[in-house]
């Protein structure tokens, strides 16, 4: 299947001049490339691969911050996630996406646990046309989510409702996120099913370069993921 080409950049914030920001932010003078500041309507969720242990149930939890050339208030939010993934928080502009930080949430006087619940929401309104595609039977492709495909991971609620058609017989749903705008995924059974998605997850992950997210494969179990072996 052919992957879609990057649309949007995400900048992470002022991280290369952090302590540059910091001082003049104290004289009240934002530097000229400050990115906008964004407000909480414009938060959403980015599913992305990390390097570490991986996790074979879904255990999400505030990362420790990341200490950012000492500047702790521009340190990125993130979550812990399942297998390779976890999940960053960014404002969403026709310019790109820019990482949120503890300084985003104290000017939004946003609490860090309401982060996940606001920024799925605002996902599902941002991008009403989200749809499922079939390329083949029994495959489907999320679409039309404007390079956040992946984010949509995060919605219970589409899972449990996309799990009780017909079509998957009640079974598990089996998801294979390879690259950043790419979520597709089919019924546990048959295997041959399954086994294909695998070899296109796979194939995708190692061609997709830098744009790569993970090579596993993730099952919808007990209202939440798990990774599939």
């Known amino acids: 299947m052919k992957m879609q080409p990057a649309r949007r950049r ?3 914030g002022l991280l290369a001049g952090a302590a540059t920001f910091g001082a003049r932010a104290q004289q009240g003078k934002p530097p000229p490339d400050a990115p906008p500041a964004g407000g909480r309507d414009e938060i959403v969720p980015l599913v992305r691969s990390f390097r570490g242990t991986i996790r074979k149930v879904q255990d999400i939890k505030p990362v ?3 200490q950012v050339q000492g500047a702790a208030e521009l340190a990125p939010l993130i979550d812990t996630f399942v297998g390779d993934l976890d999940i960053r928080y960014a404002f969403d502009s026709e310019q790109g996406f820019r990482y949120l930080n503890v300084q985003d949430l104290k000017r939004l ?3 860090r646990g309401e982060l996940l ?6 996902f599902r309104r941002r991008y009403p046309k989200l749809a499922i595609e079939r390329p083949v039977p029994f495959v489907g492709r999320i679409v039309n989510g404007g390079d956040l495909e992946l984010s949509l991971m ?3 609620d589409f899972w ?3 799990k009780s058609r017909p079509l998957y017989a009640g079974g598990e749903l089996v998801v294979g996120v390879p690259v950043r705008d790419v979520l597709w995924f089919t019924g546990a059974k048959p295997l041959d ?3 294909n998605l695998r070899e296109n997850t796979e194939r995708a992950h190692k061609d997709a370069g830098e744009r790569g997210v993970s ?3 993730y099952a919808w179990r007990n209202k939440r993921w798990e990774v599939f072996e």
Do not use: F, G
């Not at 619940?117 to 605002?122: D, H, I, K, P, S």
């Open 10 to 12: 995400v900048a992470l």
């Open 64 to 66: 420790a911050e990341v």
């Open 109 to 111: 006087k946003l609490a």
């Open 117 to 122: 619940a606001l920024a799925v929401a605002n």
């Open 154 to 156: 995060l919605d219970a």
């Open 160 to 162: 449990e409702k996309e």
């Open 193 to 195: 099913n399954v086994r």
């Open 215 to 217: 090579r596993l494969m």
